[in-house]
Nanobody, 133 residues
């Protein structure tokens, strides 16, 4: 069964760091693009990052560039989102999403951006990140 599961959320002080994990099962992660999204209370879902399966190139939303880093461990079939210099504006439920390339002639790819949410086919349950003193 294709599945992605997020973990690692929690409460962190402003300026702190947190590392989220996206564990994949039912597929080999390195073939597909993996996205990170977040949704704060009362806000629309926001694309945070995307990492390509083809070459591991990562892309970030302007709001997190220089602070967040996406990495992939193919041996563990896990994608990580390392978050640093966190602010209260980063408080949200964070979701991991898998792009299988359904309905797209070009298949699974970040295509030089974080992509919109509709580009992704499977979603995790989300993990809460709260940045507060």
């Amino acid at each position: 069964q294709v599945q992605v599961v997020e973990s690692g959320g929690g409460l962190v002080q402003p300026g702190g760091s947190l590392r989220l994990s996206c564990a994949a099962s039912g597929f080999t992660m390195d073939y597909y693009a993996i996205g990170w999204f977040r949704q704060a209370p009362g806000k629309e879902r926001e694309g945070v990052s995307c990492i390509d399966g083809s070459d591991g190139t990562s892309y970030y939303a302007d709001s997190v560039k220089g602070r967040f880093t996406v990495s992939r461990d193919n041996l563990k079939n896990t994608v990580y989102l390392q978050m640093t210099d966190l602010t209260p504006e980063d408080t949200a439920v964070y979701y991991c999403a898998l792009d299988l390339g359904y309905g797209r002639s070009y298949g699974s790819s970040c295509h030089s951006g974080v992509q919109d949410s509709y580009e992704y086919d499977y979603w995790g349950q989300g993990t809460q990140v709260t940045v507060s003193s």
